[in-house]
């Protein structure tokens, strides 16, 4: 990779996740919700700058006490927030989220997370990048999708390497056909993809095999495809290459599953832009995953994550 001034410049939600306090119980027996920092790539930019790496987020908040809680989140871990926009004319988007030891049942409430806009990405900016990374979600709605898509074909022609999580949902991008053409257009500039069993089966309705799956994305252009497989591991598949499979990190008690995949993914994209081989990538990809599962919400404070993954 270069030596780029910025690392991983993460673009999609900002937002809050209320996650349950009751375990094992979906989000109509939930009495009791605390707050955390949340957003797929805001949590990407977070571990990241936690590992150590130059980490630059582009979102949209609400200018109220939410925004201003994301904002206090993200200035702990010196996340440079010079393209965070405040906006007066919408809400800081909030999902409540169910504490399951598997794939968690939510319920998005968005508004100023969808509202990114081309100015908040200059060319200076993408010049100065290693990594642009996004995902599904913030790629579901106008503006930001058009933004997002702009710049990511702008960014790899400016040999940015691009990186995006395919976490669909149909309960956020509810028109398929929309999605499908947008991530094949994405797909076009070669980015380093994720995607988990629950995305394949909502995006394509369990009638998908993983190799499938990782032909799929292969047709498109991409050369690396990252099959999260939740406890029984990862399949990595690199074009004309053999699949490599791992299996999970064994832990004694999952505590909450929210935001597992994006630490493995902080995990991949940290040690790929470290130069490490595919297998250590996974390696560390899914010890940082497992300790994730491990802490309910963002993974703790009081833990130097780097410290805890040098000693696996």
């Known amino acids: 990779m270069t030596n780029k001034e910025i690392d991983i410049l993460c673009v999609g939600e900002a937002l809050v996740d209320f996650i349950g306090h009751q375990e094992g ?38 200018d109220d006490g939410l925004g201003a809680y ?31 030891l598997h794939t968690p049942d939510f319920i998005p409430y968005r508004n100023a997370d969808v509202l990114i806009t081309e100015d908040q990405i200059p060319t200076s900016l993408l010049e100065k990048s290693t990594i642009f990374h996004t995902t599904c979600f913030a790629l579901s709605k106008n503006p930001a999708q058009k933004t997002i898509i702009s710049k990511a074909k702008e960014a790899s022609e400016l040999g940015c390497k691009l990186s995006i999580d395919i976490n669909y949902s149909e309960k956020i991008w509810k028109d398929k056909e929309n999605a499908l053409q947008i991530i094949k257009e994405y797909c076009s500039y070669n980015p380093l993809v994720k995607i988990s069993e629950d995305d394949i089966s909502r995006l394509f309705d369990d009638v998908l095999t993983h190799e499938e799956v990782f032909d ?51 995990g991949f994209l940290f040690a790929y832009l470290k130069h490490n081989t595919i297998e250590n990538c996974l390696h560390i990809a899914l010890n940082l995953a497992a300790l994730k599962l491990q802490n309910v919400g963002r993974l703790p404070n009081n833990i130097n994550i780097l410290s805890e993954l040098l000693k696996k």
């Open 25 to 62: 119980v979906l989000t109509n027996n939930t009495r009791d919700y605390h707050r955390y920092l949340g957003g797929s790539p805001t949590n990407v930019a977070m571990n990241t700058a936690r590992l150590g790496l130059s980490t630059t987020l582009v979102a949209s908040i609400g």
């Open 70 to 100: 994301i904002l206090e989140r993200l200035d702990e871990v010196d996340i440079n927030v010079d393209h965070v926009k405040t906006v007066a004319t919408n809400p800081t988007s909030i999902i409540f989220v169910s504490r399951s």
């Open 216 to 266: 799929f994305f292969h047709n498109l252009g991409v050369d690396l495809v990252c099959l999260t497989l939740g406890k029984e591991g990862v399949k990595l598949s690199q074009r004309n290459q053999k699949v490599i499979d791992m299996p999970a990190i064994k832990i004694n008690k999952v505590m909450d599953a929210t935001g597992a995949g994006d630490a493995f993914w902080s």
